[in-house]
T-cell receptor, first 117, second 114 residues
């Protein structure tokens, strides 16, 4: 149980274009999902917390107008990287917990490797 | 600043040995602690969760928690080359706004050599 599906797994796009990444909880409802970014050989960096039916909460230093997050249902959150540039190339991972975070681990999607040329 | 600290390693152990991975955290009110394993190029997968002081065993893995010392560890017995990965310590911290934020350490790279 507790499967998080993330698509696409890999995307290559040209500089200036936008890319949408989908994150779905397949067998549970997730009122909150988390989006992380990971550069090679570095730790997971929390980008934003996605809340169903409300605006996302962004971490300091993350541009909310560049990384658009939509959490329109209890099973789907999307991250759109707008006007992508080579420095946005990274591994993006979404996650969700089945219950509240107080006593429940995160379950991760398989990640999306974004390459901007 | 609330943090989760891990030695980045690499920690190198021979096959069959016990690997010991350590993590400290700064927020005394943290209640939930997790260990994840991440293979290169893959997303993290949950290994262990622990919520109360003491040891918790699951197969070859044992998590140890000491809230007074703000310390959590992971022991891997009979280490195998397939255990070679980065191990992430995660702690649920409480933000200034009162929400629960999963916070990860930098991860410790483990290498198990035959």
């Amino acid at each position: 149980g507790a499967v998080v599906s993330q698509h696409p797994s890999r995307v290559i796009c040209k500089s200036g274009t936008s890319v949408k990444i989908e994150c779905r909880s397949l067998d549970f409802q997730a009122t909150t999902m988390f989006w992380y970014r990971q550069f090679p050989k570095q730790s997971l960096m929390l980008m934003a917390t996605s809340n169903e039916g409300s605006k996302a909460t962004y971490e300091q230093g993350v541009e909310k107008d560049k990384f658009l997050i939509n959490h329109a249902s209890l099973t789907l959150s999307t991250l759109t990287v707008t006007s992508a540039h080579p420095e946005d190339s990274s591994f993006y991972i979404c996650s969700a917990s089945v219950q509240g975070l107080y006593n429940s681990p995160l379950h991760f999607g398989n990640g999306t490797r974004l390459t901007v040329t | 600043q609330k943090e989760v600290e891990q030695n980045s390693g690499p920690l190198s152990v021979p096959e069959g040995a016990i690997a010991s991975l350590n993590c400290t955290y700064s927020d005394r009110v943290s209640q939930s602690f997790f260990w994840y394993r991440q293979y290169s190029g893959k997303s993290p997968e949950l290994i262990m969760s622990i919520y109360s002081n003491g040891d918790k065993e699951d197969g070859r893995f044992t998590a140890q928690l000491n809230k007074a010392s703000q310390y959590v560890s992971l022991l891997i017995r009979d280490s195998q080359p397939s255990d070679s990965a980065t191990y992430l310590c995660a702690v649920t911290l409480i933000s200034s706004g009162g929400s629960y934020i999963p916070t990860f350490g930098r991860g410790t790279s483990l290498i198990v050599h035959p």
